[in-house]
């Protein structure tokens, strides 16, 4: 079992940054595979990215490469998600998952093990 709780969402102006944290508690947090996905209102979970559990692959949507980032630190169980250039389209509530594996990127959220209760994002125009 791991919990997960994210943080850094907030409201900011089109062109702007946020960095999110997704930080883990429970079982040991370098066993798994992290992810990033975020949804809006009447649509489906949406893949942004996903981190091996040494940080050493990394993997992203289309649409959120070279703007959006994916890191981890295992030493305080956190994984972050840099987020640059953003546009109101981004606007949705974000969440952190966990795969309990170590080795492989995970793009479904059905894949997931666990998730944490997500962090609203708004960016406007």
């Known amino acids: 079992q791991v919990q997960l709780v994210e943080s850094g969402g907030g409201l900011v102006q089109a062109g702007g940054s946020l960095r999110l944290s997704c930080a883990a508690s429970?079982?040991?947090?370098?066993?798994?595979?992290m992810g990033w996905f975020r949804q809006t209102p009447g649509k489906e979970r949406e893949f942004i990215a996903t981190?091996?559990?040494?940080?050493?692959?990394?993997a992203y949507a289309d649409s959120m490469k070279g703007r959006f980032t994916i890191s981890r630190d295992n030493a305080k169980s956190t994984v972050y998600l840099e987020m640059n250039s953003l546009k109101p389209e981004d606007t949705a509530v974000y969440y952190c998952?966990?795969?309990?594996?170590?080795?492989?990127?995970?793009?479904?959220?059905?894949?997931?093990?666990?998730w944490g209760q997500g962090t609203q994002v708004t960016v406007s125009s």
């Open positions: 998952a966990a795969k309990g594996d170590y080795g492989r990127p995970y793009y479904h959220a059905e894949e997931y093990d666990y």
């Open positions: 429970g079982r040991t947090f370098s066993s798994y595979v």
């Open positions: 981190i091996t559990w040494s940080g050493g692959s990394t």
